[in-house]
């Protein structure tokens, strides 16, 4: 038992190994990240989609606004591309 556990010690040690492990750290991050991101573009998409049926609907900018949570600023661009 005690040879396994000096073993394990051993290649942990190693910078090798630390190093490979930083990396599978850094590739979980990076795939987290993605997801996140991924998310939230995909919740913004669908608060634009709302917002331009409500445009459709020749809602109010403050009402669209309130209801998206866009700015002012991007719902008038959305109008005008329609």
Request: charged share 45%.
């Amino acid at each position: 038992m005690s040879q396994a556990i000096n073993a394990y010690y051993t290649i942990t040690a190693s910078s090798e190994f630390r190093e490979k492990e930083r990396l599978r750290e850094k590739a979980r991050h990076d795939e987290a990240q993605a997801l996140y991101n991924a998310k939230r573009e995909a919740k913004r998409e669908e608060k634009f989609e709302i917002a331009r049926k409500l445009i459709k609907r020749n809602r109010p900018v403050d009402e669209i606004a309130e209801d998206t949570g866009l700015m002012y600023e991007e719902i008038e661009q959305l109008r005008i591309r329609m």
